[in-house]
């Protein structure tokens, strides 16, 4: 009855929604610790992307040298001041990656009968690709890494847009991009092959960590889209502690970092970074925090056992996952991926600056990092479950509801209309369930708040009399399931005002 229960639902949600063809995206990664730990929850969520490229690059922190002695310096200020002149760099080898595609391959058998989509991990393997490792910014010579993305990014046969993920260096992108450039510059064929590769490839980097995108990607592939993540990643990252509000920290502690991700989950979220956890990452002379003796000496604060590290670059695929709130088509929206704002009229290049920022109830302040924290209790829980997903039987563990909305979800409005929205939601497991309606404000651009009367799947609606022609009102619904952990999915209805 349970399984029949959780076909009517799929069946359901199919009734209410088309099933929008997956996201295609490559990571390429230089292999910190923090790439370390996104990597384990990307595999998590691996049946919510097209997976197409794991490669290996390298960045401002980590490159392997060229096994000749070769030396170099910095582009980048903060490393050269700290590191100056090198061979290599904390390079963690090329086999990291491998190694837990291999820990996947384990949980696989009970991981993949939770949802479809979950890719072999003889598939995954095949993915996997060396980049360009040898220094910081290193893009003069192609590499398994690099003509993978540029096959990749010239097939005709697939027009899909590519989301490029940069969790270390660009520079193995840059020359994927450099070796289409050099074939066909000078060919007839180089406005469409342009025009091509610029409308299907889509960067997502966290910072820069080389400068190959600056001095070689902005100027001749002026017209790639761009989604720039400089402080929101923040929220993720080794200085979690200065970010993220006191009372939302317990979701990064090792109470239940421990206890729902990292033990007894099996061998895939056991290879998961924390403090205090007696590891060392070979290559690495810095990775310390797992030294038991040191948790009250780290460079980012005083942390106890099992502690949250430092995921870093998972908002780069987070972006991807479709939780209702769609926004990957419209990074200013806000999601689980945080908030990217557009800083031109031609929607080449979103940014998380002043624009992007969010309301701290917190603080009582405007911040663009709470534009990722605020998503955390519902990013934590859902990872606990994923992680329960790799050693319980379906009917043991829980799953998230489905949720939709009935009629228009982008919806014209004149001053003082009523309107009734109306969702439907179901859950999986037959949990009870819980709605919250709320505004985005942040998001929308008319100034003050709609008036809204709330009725679990049914919100009415009153339009401010004050609404301009082409301001806009978001309304997010939440739908919480009853089941542990608690799962949340959403749903975004759009007001736009039409005019007096």
């Not at 949802?115 to 220094?135: M, R, W, Y």
């Not at 007894?264 to 290879?271: D, E, F, S, V, W």
């Not at 009250?296 to 056992?305: L, V, Y």
Request: net charge negative.
């Amino acid at each position: 009855m349970h399984r029949f229960f959780y076909l009517f639902v799929l069946l359901l949600a199919s009734t209410l929604a088309p099933a929008a063809p997956p996201v295609r995206t490559i990571v390429t990664t230089d292999g910190e610790i923090d790439d370390v730990d996104s990597f384990i929850r990307l595999l998590l969520y691996a049946n919510e992307f097209e997976l197409e490229g794991l490669v290996y690059s390298s960045s401002m922190w980590h490159y392997k040298g060229d096994g000749k002695g070769t030396t170099m310096t910095s582009e980048m200020e903060m490393t050269r001041e700290m590191y100056g002149e090198r061979t290599d760099l904390r390079w963690p080898g090329e086999q990291w990656m491998q190694e837990l595609i291999q820990a996947y391959g384990e949980v696989y058998p009970v991981l993949s009968t939770h949802a479809d989509g979950f890719p072999t991990a003889d598939h995954l393997l095949s993915l996997v690709k060396v980049g360009n490792i040898e220094f910081e910014g290193e893009m003069e010579h192609d590499t398994e890494g690099s003509d993978f993305i540029r096959d990749r990014l010239l097939d005709e046969a697939d027009p899909r847009p590519i989301y490029l993920q940069v969790w270390g260096g660009t520079n193995t992108i840059a020359r994927a991009l450099k070796s289409i450039e050099e074939t066909y510059a000078d060919t007839p064929e180089w406005p469409a092959i342009y025009e091509r590769v610029s409308d299907k490839a889509i960067i997502y980097t966290v910072m820069d960590q080389d400068a190959t995108y600056r001095n070689y990607v902005a100027s001749q592939w002026k017209d790639i889209r761009v989604l720039y993540n400089y402080r929101q990643f923040a929220a993720l990252a080794y200085s979690w502690q200065s970010t993220v509000p006191p009372a939302l920290q317990p979701w990064l502690e090792g109470t239940f970092m421990g206890e729902h991700i990292i033990n007894n989950h099996g061998p895939l979220t056991a290879g998961y970074y924390s403090y205090g956890d007696g590891k060392k990452q070979a290559g690495d002379d810095e990775h310390i925090h797992g030294d038991p003796t040191r948790l009250d000496s780290a460079q980012w604060g005083s942390f106890k056992p099992y502690d949250f590290i430092s995921e870093g670059d998972s908002p780069a695929f987070l972006h991807l996952v479709d939780v209702g709130l769609d926004n990957l088509e419209h990074p200013g929206w806000g999601g689980w991926g945080g908030r990217l704002v557009a800083t031109d009229s031609t929607n080449r290049r979103w940014e998380d600056g002043p624009a992007a920022r969010d309301y701290n109830p917190f603080t009582a302040t405007y911040e663009s990092v709470y534009a990722q924290t605020r998503w955390l209790p519902e990013l934590q829980r859902d990872f606990a479950a994923r992680a329960d997903w790799c050693v319980m039987p379906y009917a043991d563990a829980n799953h998230p509801p489905v949720v939709a909305m009935e009629g228009e979800t982008r919806i014209s409005v004149t001053p003082r209309q009523k309107l009734m929205l109306q969702a439907r939601a179901s859950d999986p497991d037959g949990d009870e369930l819980h709605y919250h309606w709320w505004q985005y404000g942040e998001v929308g651009t008319y100034p003050g708040e709609a008036m809204v009367i709330l009725n679990k799947e049914e919100a009415r609606v009153t339009v401010p009399g004050d609404i301009e022609p082409g301001q806009t009102i978001h309304l997010i619904l939440e739908v919480t399931d009853g089941g542990s952990p608690s799962l949340t999915r959403y749903a975004r209805v759009v007001l736009t005002g039409a005019g007096k």
